[in-house]
């Protein structure tokens, strides 16, 4: 009987030695006893959409197609074929279907290492957010530092005050074991106390705050203005504790800078001001485009031509999301025209719909 545990084991195995690097990287074979197995890997995909291509045989099955040679290949087209790859909305959290940004990937790991601040901006849907937890793995992975993720538009951060998320963050920094606590005190207490859960916590390891969506928690908010008033209060404590504590620091994400070259807010110094280094981001490079193209279209059964690859890139200028989304849209073509696959990929054929594609209406989480 398959279990979601069946396929935790898999991906344990695939993540340690020998697998580790050696091994096909987005599919592998499951051969289980129950009778549906393909069945099973169908809906437990549908639920977990970044599980990698797994073609599912049940051992009766194969027992009873022995003498025929095409079974296998068959079974792993209709698995294989059937999914498509390119339609991810939300934020990668796996390595798996993440491409490019090794630069920045790089810039960011190091920076954390020197305990410096960093700004991550860029227009949305560009890929801020699946860069950042791209770092959070890498710097997890190699010990570099504890990391704190805070996603500013969620409604249980922007609609606190700025006291109240400093002391969210003194109990996301607190070990289990902490004397350190921020809750039902004072705004001065609290702020305390969050120096303090920085002290324990930089003494083992360095510690970074990961800011996303930035703007939520800012003088530009529209949903939340006290943040006009907090903000200043708010990077005060932060930037004080990181003056103390240099295993501190932030990376701070969104779309607009300003909050950190203003500066004067209020009549007060931008505390962020002049201790951010902002970095904007870019789209994809024309190699990782092409990697990511003939990597994930492979799997699908399609061959991206030379052409195909170089229109996308020019078309929507590295954009990760725009390019399968267009990606996307082809492969609901194809498999409405009932095309047989495998199928190479052409400009003519993307160019021909490009007026359809472009009036298709898109929708994200």
Avoid at 72 to 94: I, S, T, W
Avoid at 298 to 324: P, V, W
């Amino acid at each position: 009987m398959l279990e979601p545990r069946s396929i935790l084991a898999a991906e344990q195995i695939l993540h340690e030695d020998p697998a580790r690097g050696r091994v096909e990287r987005l599919t592998y074979l499951l051969i289980s006893d129950m009778s549906e197995a393909s069945k099973w890997v169908q809906d437990y995909v549908s639920a977990n959409q970044e599980t990698r291509l797994i073609a599912a045989f049940s051992t009766d099955n194969l027992l009873q197609h022995a003498g025929d040679s095409w079974f296998v290949r068959n079974e792993l087209a209709k698995q294989f074929f059937g999914r498509d790859l390119f339609d991810f909305r939300l934020p990668l959290e796996h390595d798996i279907y993440f491409f490019g940004r090794d630069a920045e990937v790089l810039t960011y790991r190091d920076a954390i290492r020197r305990g410096e601040n960093r700004g991550l901006f860029g227009l949305r849907k560009t890929g801020n957010t699946s860069l950042l937890f791209k770092v959070e793995r890498v710097v997890k992975a190699e010990n570099i530092a504890d990391v704190v993720y805070v996603d500013c538009k969620s409604p249980s951060i922007r609609t606190i005050r700025w006291y109240e998320l400093i002391a969210y963050l003194t109990n996301r920094i607190s070990q289990p074991d902490s004397s350190v606590s921020a809750t039902h005190t004072s705004a001065a207490s609290i702020a305390d106390h969050f120096n303090q859960a920085v002290r324990q916590a930089t003494m083992a390891t360095r510690l970074v705050l990961i800011f996303d969506e930035l703007e939520y928690i800012s003088p530009l908010a529209q949903l939340d203005p006290h943040w006009r008033d907090d903000f200043v209060p708010f990077w005060q404590t932060i930037w004080s504790c990181q003056s103390r504590f240099r295993g501190l620091s932030a990376i701070l994400a969104g779309v607009n800078p300003t909050v950190t070259e203003e500066s004067v807010y209020g009549g007060v110094q931008n505390p962020l001001f002049g201790i951010v280094s902002p970095q904007f981001l870019k789209g994809l490079e024309p190699d990782d485009t092409k990697r990511m193209l003939r990597t994930l279209g492979k799997r699908m059964g399609l061959t991206f031509a030379q052409d195909s690859i170089e229109y996308l890139q020019s078309r929507y200028g590295g954009h990760a999301l725009l390019t399968r989304i267009a990606c996307s849209y082809l492969n609901a073509s194809l498999m409405r025209t009932s095309t047989k696959k495998p199928t190479t990929i052409t400009r003519s054929m993307l160019t021909s719909d490009e007026v359809v594609r472009q009036g298709h209406r898109v929708t994200f989480s």
